[in-house]
């Protein structure tokens, strides 16, 4: 019997309700509760393949998603997300500008072609020209005329030991003519004028002069570098952006497709709702192929269904499973995250909409659950706050680094911006349906704030991840995650539980992958 055709398996009857036999809808399992079965394999864990659909039409190297969380996901964690093979969605508690602006920082961090530089005219500062290219984390840029033309270029040896900031940009660039390529030139040709030449920066023409992209030697070192880096049919990196149902939500999902976002994700508590899936359909409906959408969050069947239903590309599961998430507790609604999963994936997999598992990961092996539960991708909050790209403040305690965390329900993430009395908007009310209360003190968190260790460069983290990842499709023989897909559970106990964590020993050293609880 397949996973669309039945509920959950149990190792354990269902309890009743009474006379309502119905009233307890079955049992609900989570990470803890389950182990994979190892199973015959001739699968080496160096060379299983990882890669597995977030979307409909986007597939990801590393099925790995940081989360839209304002201590998680900001440009830097975006674009080291996308290097690693996987994929930032950006926050929404700030103002549409803003968060527009990170998804431009992340799509011209690095480029097959920039088709649309930032440039600047000969009239512009230095001063000018140095915070533009600290805003887009780039060396140098292109300065044409009014009319487009190319006049020359500035890069950071160019004004290195300039003093007088006020100086316009006309007596410091290098002036035209310049070393430059006509459009439709390949990439072979193009490294082998930026070696020729020795620059870093090639600059691409019409016929006429003007200016219509640009093509840098980083580019090509960075391709190198990252291997599994997510890009887009243009070699720009991939990003997505969280939006929500709120007054502002189609502005801002219209100015995030227009800035270049390529995933929009539907971020919501509870997406079995009617203006959530409005929403998603709306999207899809005006937008069509030029975004892929998300619907989320959900935790049944019945809800996961209702947003296929309304045109999403990808279903996202979680209610109430995160670390800093008091939902269940202060609601008393959700169901345990393995469960969830299969609930969603018996709705989504006969459409061929991938699902996302959001939240209650605390360990490498509870992604290898996640995704042995049918979801495609795993999408990652506390155990991505403590790296270094993370826009979490770092904190200091007796000797020790931590960076903060919170949940986007607490307190803090739904206050005005700036702490309780704070002038600036918070944008993440309307997420728990909460944006029309009157007051501060009239909000119910949903969530708290806290830290996590300081786990250093993200990369790290993400290698012992995908690490445990290749180790359980080796021992279950799964050569890929659709294959890891089959793999079979076994529902364990409280001592299973405890067998399965080190025991009957005092641990020293911890290791980079394991944390005790």
Known sequence: MSIAESSVPLAVPVPTGGDDPTKVAMLGLTFDDVLLLPAASDVVPATADTSSQLTKKVRLKVPLVSSAMDTVTESRMAIAMARAGGMGVLHRNLPIAE???????????????????????????????????????????????????????????????EVDQSKP???????????????????????????????????????????????????????????????????????????????????????????????????????????????????????????????????????????????????????????????????????????????AVAACRPHGVPVIADGGLQ?????????????????????????????????????????????????????????????????????YFQDDALSEDKLVPEGIEGRVPFRGPLSTVIHQLTGGLRAAMGYTGSATIEQLQQAQFVQITAAGLKESHPHDITMTVEAPNYYAR
């Not at 007796?398 to 009395?421: C, D, V």
Request: contains cysteine.
């Open 363 to 431: 360990y490498s092996g509870d992604i290898a659950k996640a995704l042995a539960a049918g979801a495609s991708t795993a999408m990652l909050g506390s155990l991505l706050a403590g790296t270094a790209e993370s826009p979490g403040e770092l904190i200091f305690v007796n000797g020790k680094q931590f960076k903060s965390y919170r949940g986007m329900g607490s307190l803090g993430a739904m206050q005005g911006r700036g702490g309780a009395g704070g002038t600036g908007r918070s944008y993440s009310k309307d997420r």
């Open 169 to 343: 940009v006309s007596e410091v660039m290098t002036k035209a003519p310049l070393i430059t390529a006509q459009e439709g030139v390949s990439a072979e040709a193009a490294l082998g004028l930026l070696r020729r030449h020795k620059i870093e920066k090639l600059p691409i023409v019409d016929g006429h002069g003007k200016l219509t992209g640009l093509i840098t030697v980083k580019d090509f070192v960075k391709t190198e570098q990252f291997p599994l880096a997510t890009k887009d049919e243009d070699g720009r990196l991939l990003v997505g952006a969280a939006v929500g149902v709120g007054d502002d939500a189609w502005t801002r999902a219209m100015t995030l497709v227009d800035a270049g976002v390529d995933v929009l994700v539907v971020d919501t508590a509870h997406a079995h709702n009617r203006g959530v899936l409005d929403m998603v359909h709306r999207i899809k409906t005006v937008l069509g192929d030029r975004v892929e959408v998300v619907g989320g969050n959900v935790a049944t069947r019945a809800a996961a269904a209702a947003i296929v239903d309304a045109g999403a590309d990808a279903v996202k599961v979680g209610v109430g499973p995160g670390s800093i998430c008091t939902t269940r507790v202060v609601a008393g609604v959700g169901a345990p995250q393995i469960t969830a999963i299969l609930e």
């Open 99 to 161: 968060q527009a602006g990170q998804v431009e920082t992340v799509k011209r961090s690095e480029a097959g072609m920039v088709t649309d530089p930032v440039t600047c005219s000969p009239d512009n500062t230095l001063a000018e020209v140095d915070a533009m290219c600290a805003r887009f984390r780039i060396s140098g840029l292109p300065v044409v005329d009014d009319t487009g033309s190319l006049v020359g270029i500035i890069t950071n040896r160019d004004m290195r030991f």
